[in-house]
């Protein structure tokens, strides 16, 4: 992986443009950066093969499919042995509600971010699903009322 003190100016030019616009094209992002197409194409496949950037992606809007709840729920484990930390990870992965999973340190041991469609499935969700999760000791959940700020990526300095 591309350490990241080995990434220049243009680089970072690359990265920015494409977290901003990533349908861009080759040539309007060359223009953008200050390249000719052939380098520029060269230096973003040095950056995807890097693992720098790691895909492309549609920006969907969850409520225009159905999906009108937004909940974190804060997960404490009855062990935080290595075995089942990777245990309950591999079960939140299976669960396609689950949108992230985070380790923390402290009281709790994982955060999650869960997409549902109304209160109802998002309740039979948590007493099907994630309750019965193996080693869930216990389970609190924040019910998103507003998001106010929601951005994708890395901050880049001067954008």
Do not use: W
Request: proline share 4%; net charge negative; hydrophobic share 40%.
């Amino acid at each position: 992986m591309m350490a990241n003190h080995n990434l220049d100016d243009i680089d970072r030019m690359l990265l920015s443009e494409l977290q901003s616009e990533g349908r861009i094209t080759n040539v309007d992002l060359a223009v953008r950066v200050g390249l000719t197409a052939p380098p520029c194409l060269r230096r973003v496949r040095a950056l995807e093969e890097a693992k720098i950037i790691r895909g492309y992606h549609a920006d969907i809007d969850p409520v225009a499919l159905g999906y009108a709840i937004t909940v974190y729920a804060m997960v404490s484990l009855k062990s935080q042995a290595e075995y089942a930390l990777r245990e309950f990870e591999e079960h939140v992965t299976a669960l396609e509600e689950v949108r992230e999973c985070h380790m923390l340190n402290g009281e709790v041991d994982f955060i999650l971010k869960i997409l549902s469609r109304d209160l109802q499935s998002f309740q039979e969700f948590l007493t099907s699903k994630l309750t019965v999760g193996p080693h869930v000791d216990s389970i609190k959940t924040s019910l998103t009322i507003r998001t106010s700020k929601n951005l994708p990526g890395v901050p880049f300095e001067g954008k």
